[in-house]
């Protein structure tokens, strides 16, 4: 039941850290969900949003960070 908790401990720690990541971006601007590459449509009554280069650029900053920490925790 110990790794339960330390996985537990582990996810809310991660959940932070996304936290403080969105209110640092948001801080300075970045307009994540608005770069070119993001799809948007509306209609009167709807909207669908794709946001498929801001997708693309989380996908690479966190397979960065994993490797990063892949690599140093050899």
Known sequence: MSDFGRLLISLGFLLVVIGLAVLLFARFNVPLGRLPGDFSWKGSNWSISFPLMTS???????????????????
């Not at 650029?57 to 892949?70: D, F, G, M």
Request: proline fraction near 0%.
């Open 56 to 74: 693309i650029i989380l996908s690479i900053v966190i397979s960065l960070i994993l490797w990063a920490i892949n690599h140093f925790c050899r």
